[in-house]
C-alpha cells in the first residue's frame, strides 16, 4: 500500500510548522512508528539542523533550461526582446542578454529567433537533494542554490524519493516539512497528500494566512487539521481559531502554549518535545489525532 | 532610496520590522511583496483608494476553427494543454501555465488559439496617515507569483520617498525578483540555529545580487549570542536590534504594534543606511 503522506503547513512562516514536525519524528520514532521524513521547505530547509542526517546519497537537481544569447551570431533583431513575456532580455553594452535571474525558460526566444545557433536552452543545476540516514530513520531533504527557481519540481523530486524508500521498505507513513506561502512549492507538497497539517498561531497574521492555506489545501482536495501554536499569545484569538475550524468543518487537532522553553530547546539543538517534557500532553494529544484522522 | 526587508526564514519579523520602519520615516511608502501572504495591512491599517486586477495572457482554443492538430499541446514547455485528436477535445490547465505565449506564436491555424486575460491577483494602494500603501495579493493556486510582485515595484513612483519593500521569505526567485529593485537590503534573523541557517542563505543571496546590506536582530535577548557570533565571522553590521519581550508578541497577535516606542531608534538608523548607500 502506498504510504500515507502527512504534510505540515502553515501559510505564515514561523509559526512553529518545523518545531512541531521535528517534535512529530521524534515522538513517532519513540513510539515505534515506521516513517520516511522529507524535508519539503526546499528554500530554507532546517530540519536537518535539529535530525543532523548522515548523507548516504547526494544527486544534482537539474531545474528548467535558461536561455542563452551568443553574442556573435546574434544579428540585434530585437524580436526575442519584444517577444519575452517575462522581461528577461536585456540590452548592456549594446549586447543582447538574458537574466538568469527572470527568464522562466519558456523557449520562445529560441523560436522566435532567425538566427539557428543565435539563442540555446541551457539545463541549469539548481541544487542537491539527498537520502540520509538520521536516528529516527531514512530522510530525503535538498538543498536549493539561492536566487534559483522551480522549487516546486524538486520539492516533488524530494516526495518521489520518499515514496519510493517507503514502497521498497513497507513503510507506512512519510512526514513532509512543508515550505511557507501558498505558491508552487507549497501546491507541489499538497500534491498526492493524503493529510494536511495547517500550524497557525494566535495572531492576526497567521490567521490571515492560514485560512488561505487551508483554501489551497481544499483546492486540492486534501483533508486538512489545524494546530494552533503559541495558543496562550492570544485567547481571543485562539477561540477565533478554534470556531473557523468548526466553521469550515476542519478537525481542530490541539494547541502548544506558548513557551520560552520551546525556544531554549531549538536554541540548543534540541526537538521542542525533548527539551520541554512538561509539553508532551499537549504534543501527544495532536499527534495521536493526526495519525487517527490519517487512518 | 529604496530599503528591501528580507529574511531566509519565516516569521522572524520581517513585517513587524518593515512597518515600524515606514512608521519612523514617514512620509514613507511601504510596499507589501510578499504577494503570497501579505500582512502588512494588518498593522498599518490602510485606506484602500485603489485596487485593480493583475491579469496574464492564457489560451483559449476557438473551437470551430481549430484544426486539433496538437502543435500547441506538443510545444507548451510547461504541459498546461492537452489535445484530444480522436475525439476533438482540448484540456487547459490554468494552474500550471506561465503565460508565455508560446501556444499562441505556433498555433498555424489564424483565430483558431486567442489569447485572453485571466485575473492572477490584484495590486492595492491606500494610505495610512502619511504612509503611502501598496501591495499585491496573489490568487490561491497560482503557479508564480513573480510576474505579480514585478508588476507590483514596478508602480513604485520615481516620485516616492523613503521606500520601504516588505520581501516575501526565502532565497528564490520571488526574492531575487524584489532585491533587484533595492537600494540597500536588511535581513532580519533571529538568534536560533534555523533563523542563522536560513540568513546565511539569504547572504549568499544578497551578496551574489551584488547589494549592501546588514543584520536586524529581532527576538534580541543579550544572554544568546549566536547572532551576533555568525555576524562577526561574517564580517556584516547588525545594524539594529528589536528585544524578545512577550509584551510585543502580544501586540502583535492583536494587529498592533508599539510604532512610537521604536520611532526615534528607528530614524537614526535610517541616516545611518543614507550614509551607506551614498
Redesign the interface.
Known sequence: MRAKEIVLIS?????GK?TVTSSFVWWMHNNNYNFVIADADV??A?MH?LLKPQIKRKEYFTGKSIAKINTESCISCDLCKQ?C???AIDIIDGNYVVNP??C?????CK??CPVDSAIDMIPQTVGEWYISDTNSGKMVHAK?Y????N??NLVTMVKHQAHLIADEANIPYIIVDG??????PV?SSLSGASYAVVVS?????AI??ME?AV??AF?FRVPVGLVLN?AS??DK?AQAIKEYAEKKGIPFLGSIP?SKCI?DA??N?KFALEGCPELTENFEKIFKKILEEVK | MKIAIAS?????GK?TFATLFAHAIRPSTYVDADV??P?GH?FLKPEIEEEKDFS??VPKIIDEKCTFCGICAD?C??KALVILKPTKKWLFFP?LC?????CA??CPVKGALVEVPKKKGVIRKGKAGNIKFMEGI?N????????LI?SLLREIDEKDQNVIIDA??????????TL?FADFVLLVSE????GI??LS??V??TR??KKPFAIIEN?YNPD?H?LEDYAKKENIDILYRLP?E?EI??S????ELPFERFEESLRQLYEEIKRRVK
Open positions: 501559510g505564515k512562516g514561523g509559526t518545523t528554500d530554507a532546517d539542523l517577444y513575456r517575462f522581461d535571474f527572470r522562466d525558460g519558456c523557449g520562445l523560436l522566435v536549493l539561492p536566487g534559483a527557481e522549487s516546486g515550505p511557507p506561502g501558498i505558491g508552487c501546491t498561531e494566535p495572531t492576526f497574521s490571515h494566512d488561505r483554501d489551497t483546492h503559541k499569545l492570544n484569538n506558548f525556544v531549538l536554541v539543538g | 531566509g526564514k519565516g516569521g522572524t513585517t503570497e501572504e500582512n494588518i496574464e495572457l510545444e514547455p510547461y494552474e506561465h503565460s508565455c505565449g508560446i506564436y505556433v496573489l490561491l493556486g497560482e503557479p508564480t507569483p513573480v510576474p514585478s516575501p521569505p526565502g532565497t528564490s526567485c520571488p526574492v531575487v525578483e533587484g538568534p536560533t540555529p534555523f541557517y536560513d542563505l539569504a549568499e543571496l551574489d545580487l527576538k544568546n549566536l524578545f512577550e508578541a502580544k502583535y497577535s492583536k494587529g
